[in-house]
C-alpha cells in the first residue's frame, strides 16, 4: 500500500502574515485560493462560518492556510496553529470502510460529486484519509 503524507492544514485569523511568510520566506508558492462553506467548516473544524483555504506548496510539500470567514471573537471548539493532516492511500473509500470495521468513526462529507473523508486520532487530531 502506498501511504505517505499529503498535506498539512494551519487554521489561523491572520492568513497574510503566514502566507507571506512561507511565500517569502520558505520558497512555497500560491497554488490555489478557495473557499469551503459553513457546514463543512463546523463538521470538520468546529467552526460556525465559511473558511477561505490557500494552497501552498513546495515540491511535494503542501501546505493549507486555513481562515475562518470572520474574527472570531472566543474559542469554538477548536484550536489555532496546526489542525489536520492527509494521509494519501491507493482508495480511500475501500481504506475508510476498513477503519469503519475496526470502529473508527469516519466522518464523510460530499461536495461537487465527490466524497471527503475525515478521522480523529485519540487526542482530537484530524486526519483527511486523500486518495493520491
Same mark, same amino acid.
Given at each position: 500500500?502506498?501511504?505517505?503524507?499529503?498535506?498539512?492544514?494551519?487554521? =489561523?485569523?491572520? %492568513?497574510?502574515?503566514?502566507? $507571506?511568510?512561507? =511565500?517569502?520566506?520558505?520558497?512555497f508558492? &500560491?497554488?490555489? !485560493?478557495?473557499? +469551503?462553506?459553513?457546514? &463543512? +467548516? $463546523?463538521?470538520?473544524?468546529?467552526?460556525?462560518?465559511?473558511?477561505?483555504?490557500? %494552497?501552498?506548496?513546495?515540491?511535494? +510539500?503542501?501546505? !493549507?492556510?486555513? =481562515?475562518?470567514?470572520?474574527k472570531?471573537?472566543?474559542?469554538?471548539? =477548536?484550536?489555532?496553529?496546526?489542525?489536520?493532516?492527509?494521509?494519501?492511500?491507493?482508495?480511500?473509500? !475501500?481504506?475508510?470502510?476498513?477503519?469503519? $470495521?475496526?470502529?473508527?468513526?469516519?466522518?464523510?462529507?460530499?461536495?461537487?460529486?465527490?466524497?471527503?473523508?475525515?478521522?480523529?486520532?485519540?487526542?482530537?487530531?484530524?486526519?483527511?484519509?486523500? !486518495?493520491?
Amino acid at each position: 500500500m502506498l501511504s505517505f503524507c499529503h498535506h498539512l492544514g494551519i487554521l =489561523t485569523t491572520d %492568513k497574510s502574515s503566514l502566507v $507571506s511568510f512561507y =511565500t517569502q520566506k520558505m520558497g512555497f508558492k &500560491l497554488e490555489q !485560493e478557495k473557499e +469551503a462553506p459553513q457546514d &463543512l +467548516a $463546523s463538521l470538520v473544524f468546529g467552526l460556525p462560518c465559511k473558511i477561505h483555504i490557500s %494552497k501552498l506548496r513546495l515540491e511535494n +510539500a503542501v501546505l !493549507e492556510i486555513i =481562515t475562518p470567514e470572520r474574527k472570531l471573537k472566543k474559542k469554538v471548539g =477548536t484550536k489555532f496553529g496546526y489542525n489536520h493532516w492527509g494521509l494519501a492511500v491507493r482508495n480511500k473509500e !475501500e481504506f475508510c470502510r476498513k477503519l469503519k $470495521s475496526k470502529g473508527v468513526p469516519v466522518l464523510e462529507y460530499r461536495i461537487e460529486g465527490r466524497a471527503l473523508f475525515f478521522v480523529k486520532d485519540p487526542e482530537g487530531n484530524i486526519i483527511e484519509i486523500y !486518495e493520491g
